[in-house]
């Protein structure tokens, strides 16, 4: 499988056109199976009681399979979430970080759709699973 | 039906648990028929371009059913969402608020299960739809 | 609004392209707000128990929001289910009709979404909900 | 991890409890990592033009999580799904059977969750994928 970024160039991608949250997110890994992203906990990411909030991890999940749509059809900034499926399974650990892996299940012409699992830091299970399909604009550069 | 909490009774439980977003959201309603949270979008509730990001969409969904449930069974703070499924539908008028729907279908023993509909100010046709699942501590006061 | 279809078309559609199932199904209204449909229950849709199986009630939802679709656009036997989320939330009555009533809320150029409520005759509270997602083929007639 | 039922142990159990579906379905391996259970797709699973149809596919990933729950906790007739999610993401091949592997993600104490993947015999990419939540009675034997 041939990709259209890498770890660099979905950072700068990232950088550039979501600069507000960009920090929070490092690129881990990305190849032909999966994607890797982390996401550094911080205090603005916590409920009362220091659990990470269910509006952060869905943001974890949904940049996840963004990044990995991405990786494979290049920058197409105009990618839409049209659905998410999210279990929220265990409670994070207080103030680890969140790593998520992302797969592509289905890379269509119009809808892709992948799953995530996420993992907080020093947990073997999962603390939480999502399923996503996005929609992709119809003059986006062919697949590679 | 009997509501254990009303409109005040909520905003004053908002503002006590979740200091950090509750100026964010205001209750409108809530009867035994729905409830209705407005979210006051500000540039911190934006992607590039103007548009409601997602997970904004999605915190607005689950304090929604949240609330809906505490209306219901009484401040229990420790209720917690285990699945959510949203279908974002419609792009948000830019800069527009944003209205949640929501209507217990179910309320158990052990699990809630509750539909919202995401309304952008402006726009008579929903912009998302959401179903969310709550598990409801065991200790938690009777339902009345 | 303007349906393309009454509920004497899609009967008749529905024993013409799925005669397998057709009998099982009547469709009870159609109109600009909700189509509603009843699943005729036999031993067939049965676990042991007597309660209606999920695949059962998985198949009833599906079928109301195809069928809503198709009152509004006509029949395009080629529109597919690409996403579900179903929530089983009571047990149906022992040998009761099961009746769907599905609101499409939005019907775009290649996407549909809708939700399904589930009754079983005999009970106030639903036993099901249901969100579907319908891909729809490019060259399909015009929406009036 | 220890399990509770083998491959010969759920067949009989399904043989005993579904016996109007058991011989639909081959269960082909059990262990601490998935489950993979077979359906021998026949006339009654298509849809008009050869396809599998969507209550079928359902079915299938049903049943595969809740034999991945028995593997592990024994014989526990009363589990029941709570909520599926479900992705058509490709036409499955005209008559070939469909596999289900099924991955637990949690098993607690009363609820758990898993994913499945669809394959279609012949097809590399998967033809759908789920994700379900069961509810399982309180008075189950203890997970081992």
Redesign the interface.
Same mark, same amino acid.
């Given at each position: 499988m041939t990709m259209a970024m890498d770890e660099a160039a979905l950072t700068a991608f990232l950088r550039d +056109?979501?600069p +507000?949250v960009a920090d929070d997110f490092a690129i881990e890994r990305t190849d032909g199976e999966a994607l890797v992203v982390r996401l550094a906990v911080s205090d603005?990411h916590l409920?009362?009681g220091g659990t990470v #909030? @269910?509006?952060?991890m869905?943001?974890l999940a *949904?940049v996840a399979i963004y990044l990995a749509i991405l990786a494979r059809i290049g920058p197409v900034a105009l990618a !839409?979430?049209?659905?998410? #499926?999210? *279990?929220?399974?265990?409670k994070p650990r207080n103030g680890a970080d969140l790593r998520a892996t992302a797969r592509l &299940?289905?890379l @269509?012409r !119009? &809808?892709a759709?992948g799953?995530v &699992?996420l993992h907080s830091d020093g947990l073997a299970?999962?603390v939480a699973?999502a #399923?996503l399909?996005y #929609?992709i604009p119809a003059d986006r550069p062919a697949v590679r």
């Open positions: +056109q979501f +507000q603005k409920r009362p #909030s @269910g509006p952060t869905f943001a *949904d !839409v979430t049209t659905n998410c #499926s999210i *279990d929220f399974m265990r &299940l289905k @269509g !119009v &809808l759709v799953d &699992l299970d999962p699973r #399923s399909t #929609s």
